[in-house]
């Protein structure tokens, strides 16, 4: 059956995840609705990570299969655009081979996590505001504990389908640009809700209301209490997905015009 692999940017401010559930707006259920309008024929359509209400996506991979192949692939990417919200945009749709699978193929991925360390008029769907004053010396320091094999499960929800709450965090980065913190979690996959609980604990960490040899014992432990700490989904967004050996992008500000309110006083 002919084979796309898509490339998705989504706002997931208005859906309750991206993936498809009864009854629910979600992004996968609006990519359905508009590739099957584009194609005229049944579709089947997986993504590479189910990211929560409210969750944001730089790069979003999807495989999508139809009987039906009248389109190139540019015109394919701009036929379900035009069926589309304007809060999701496929970025493009180039052919993949007939057992491409965008979650079982993938090699890793990345999220970005923004917090602003000053109240944004124009950022705040896209930003968690701080209000407190964050120690980053000391946010860095408990980071140094997540890269390497964990067993997360403190830092995650329980999922009937999930297998192991083991999981390899490849990195763990911070980088500022102004008032903005940015957070790079990278790995092979993630749990339910793990990087906003690590966020969340993270910026406990910042306050001083968690030190960092006891965020590190949360890390080493695997077990613990830190659905409280939970970071809004607001700042979270699915920076990239890697398939085979490609190498995850630079880190920069998720929104245009992150930049600019980074460069203001």
């Given at each position: 059956?002919?084979?796309?692999?898509?490339?998705?940017?989504?706002?997931?401010?208005?859906?309750?995840?991206?993936?498809?559930?009864?009854?629910?707006?979600?992004?996968?259920?609006?990519?359905?609705?508009?590739?099957?309008?584009?194609?005229?024929?049944?579709?089947?359509?997986?993504?590479?990570?189910?990211?929560?209400?409210?969750?944001?996506?730089?790069?979003?991979?999807?495989?999508?299969?139809?009987?039906?192949?009248?389109?190139?692939?540019?015109?394919?990417?701009?036929?379900?655009?035009?069926?589309?919200?304007?809060?999701?945009?496929?970025?493009?749709?180039?052919?993949?081979?007939?057992?491409?699978?965008?979650?079982?193929?993938?090699?890793?991925?990345?999220?970005?996590?923004?917090?602003?360390?000053?109240?944004?008029?124009?950022?705040?769907?896209?930003?968690?505001?701080?209000?407190?004053?964050?120690?980053?010396?000391?946010?860095?320091?408990?980071?140094?504990?997540?890269?390497?094999m964990h067993?997360?499960?403190?830092?995650?929800?329980?999922?009937?389908?999930?297998?192991?709450?083991?999981?390899?965090?490849?990195?763990?980065?911070?980088?500022?640009?102004?008032?903005?913190?940015?957070?790079?979690?990278?790995?092979?996959?993630?749990?339910?809700?793990?990087?906003?609980?690590?966020?969340?604990?993270?910026?406990?960490?910042?306050?001083?209301?968690?030190?960092?040899?006891?965020?590190?014992?949360?890390?080493?432990?695997?077990?613990?209490?830190?659905?409280?700490?939970?970071?809004?989904?607001?700042?979270?967004?699915?920076?990239?997905?890697?398939?085979?050996?490609?190498?995850?992008p630079p880190?920069?500000?998720?929104?245009?015009?992150?930049?600019?309110?980074?460069?203001?006083?």
């Amino acid at each position: 059956m002919p084979t796309w692999k898509l490339r998705v940017e989504y706002e997931g401010t208005r859906y309750r995840g991206w993936q498809e559930q009864p009854g629910e707006r979600t992004v996968a259920g609006e990519l359905r609705r508009a590739a099957e309008d584009a194609l005229q024929a049944e579709v089947d359509l997986g993504g590479a990570g189910r990211t929560d209400a409210g969750v944001h996506a730089l790069a979003q991979f999807a495989h999508l299969r139809s009987k039906n192949k009248h389109r190139s692939p540019s015109g394919l990417a701009a036929a379900i655009n035009a069926g589309l919200p304007a809060d999701i945009h496929v970025l493009a749709a180039d052919p993949a081979p007939d057992r491409f699978h965008a979650r079982h193929d993938a090699t890793g991925r990345s999220y970005l996590y923004q917090v602003s360390r000053r109240r944004a008029a124009f950022l705040k769907p896209f930003v968690w505001w701080v209000r407190d004053p964050l120690d980053l010396a000391a946010m860095r320091a408990a980071a140094t504990a997540l890269p390497g094999m964990h067993d997360f499960a403190a830092f995650s929800e329980p999922d009937p389908g999930q297998k192991s709450t083991k999981v390899e965090l490849l990195e763990a980065r911070f980088e500022e640009h102004g008032d903005l913190l940015l957070l790079r979690l990278a790995a092979s996959h993630f749990l339910w809700k793990m990087v906003r609980r690590i966020t969340g604990a993270l910026v406990r960490v910042g306050t001083g209301e968690l030190r960092p040899a006891a965020f590190r014992a949360l890390v080493e432990s695997g077990s613990g209490t830190v659905a409280e700490w939970t970071a809004p989904p607001s700042g979270l967004f699915l920076e990239s997905v890697l398939y085979g050996s490609g190498k995850f992008p630079p880190m920069r500000p998720a929104i245009a015009g992150g930049e600019g309110f980074a460069d203001r006083p």
